[in-house]
């Protein structure tokens, strides 16, 4: 019995060298994983308030930034991203330049999440150009000048031959081609169940393509958070996953590269086994962040954090009491209250009830729009360690100077 070798191919020109785009067999097991992860995610955004669901997106915004840039050995300290967000940018270059880079990312998120919201399938490869021009176009020209001297253009595909490692990408001149096949393939299926298989498989092939002559990785990362975002509404972060799982990441990206090994492992060119186990991880990868985030959001567990840090805080600080803690709980489930309502439901006196909220919006616990404005609860990253442990660890350890 003849056995159909690898085929050895020199410089990839058509589509068809990179199939399978979608593993095909085994997809019952795919499907019964992906459907709790999107059973799941559906509750998340009935477990708080609206405005509260509204801070913690602007909290995984800058702790997707992070972490997508981590995983490209580039990242900032969290507090250098929140000083970003405020304006303030460090004195020495390096950390200003990954400052910018850090809320150039958010920046472009926020903008990719609009257009999704308004119906567009981020799976498509005008949105994946669009997440690579919306990301770097707010860079400045020495910002996205690469080590060897390159600068990266915003959203325009490469226009020579790159090598990532082993790989070598598709001819510059056929990439359009490759990622009109991906567009038939990944838009043409909306149901449910195969939502994260599709997702996964066009992560894999995206980057395989090498689209861009840089930025691949991220500009992929953001188009992956946008295509989750029907089911995950913003309120999990698969960089997160990806980025505790570096090491893994890349060996289940480049393991997926292979080349079909024989007769029992599909009909195309790539192995299609090794893109189903890309796909099983993945999957894997999404249901840790989704139900770690359910235990984040528990309102039991949610309302002893509250207290705990209150309680903790208050042995430092006599300005925070412990009657903070109910109007506190009581803003993370129904949202915004007017300034007179907490100060009533603390049960102090008006003026020690108002020398509390002050203290509460210095300390950043509470946010306000105004003077006389309504406030809400926020998620400053020096009380992460209480609200919301390891979701963020590294935000409660020390700046580098």
């Known amino acids: 019995m003849l056995t159909n070798k690898p085929q050895t191919i ?8 990179f199939e399978p785009l979608l593993p095909q067999q085994r997809l019952d097991e795919l499907r019964t994983r992906t459907r709790a992860v999107v059973e799941k995610s559906f509750q998340l955004a009935s477990r708080a ?3 509260t669901i509204a801070s913690l997106r602007e909290l995984v915004r800058a702790m997707n930034s992070y972490y997508s840039n981590r995983i490209e050995g580039q990242s900032t300290h969290p507090l250098n991203i929140a000083r970003a967000l405020r304006k303030d940018f460090s004195d020495k270059p390096d950390v200003a330049q990954l400052q910018r880079l850090a809320l150039a990312h958010i920046d472009a998120e926020c903008i990719l999440e609009q257009r999704v919201a308004k119906g567009e399938n981020a799976l498509s490869s005008a949105f994946l150009v669009q997440a690579h021009e919306e990301l770097y176009v707010r860079l400045s020209t020495a910002d996205r ?3 060897d001297g390159m600068v990266v253009k915003p959203g325009f595909l490469r226009t020579d031959q790159v090598a990532i490692g082993r790989h070598e990408p598709p001819l510059w001149s056929s990439v359009p081609d490759f990622l009109a ?3 038939e393939v990944y838009l043409r299926d909306h149901s449910l169940d195969d939502i994260l298989i599709r997702i996964a498989s066009a992560h894999h092939r995206a980057a395989w393509v090498h689209p861009f002559y840089d930025g691949n990785g991220r500009a992929v990362r953001l188009q992956t958070h946008c295509a989750l975002w029907p089911i995950s509404a913003g ?4 960089s997160r996953g990806l980025a505790r799982n570096r090491d893994t990441y890349y060996a289940k990206l480049h393991a997926a590269d292979d080349h079909r090994q024989g007769d029992l492992d599909g009909r195309g060119n790539l192995s299609e086994k090794m893109l189903w186990e890309w796909c099983e991880w993945f999957i894997a990868i999404a249901e840790d962040q989704v139900n770690f985030m359910t235990k984040m959001l528990s309102l039991d567990e949610m309302k002893a954090r509250i207290s705990a840090l209150v309680i903790f805080r208050s042995q430092f600080d006599k300005g925070i009491r412990e009657e903070a803690i109910v ?3 009581h803003m993370f489930l129904a949202g915004p209250m007017a300034r007179g309502e907490f100060q009533q439901m603390t049960g102090l006196g008006e003026r020690t009830a108002r020398s509390l909220l002050s203290k509460l919006i210095e300390t950043g616990l509470v946010v306000s729009q ?3 404005a309504p406030v809400q609860i926020a998620f400053p990253l020096d009380a992460l360690q209480f609200l919301l442990p390891e979701l963020y660890p590294e935000a409660a350890t020390q700046a580098p100077e």
């Open 235 to 238: 309120l999990w972060s698969m």
């Open 181 to 183: 096949r991906m567009d």
């Open 10 to 17: 020199a410089q990839y020109t058509h589509p068809r060298q």
């Open 370 to 372: 105004g003077h006389t």
């Open 145 to 147: 000048t690469t080590v």
């Open 49 to 51: 308030h609206p405005t």
């Open 327 to 329: 109007p506190l709980f």
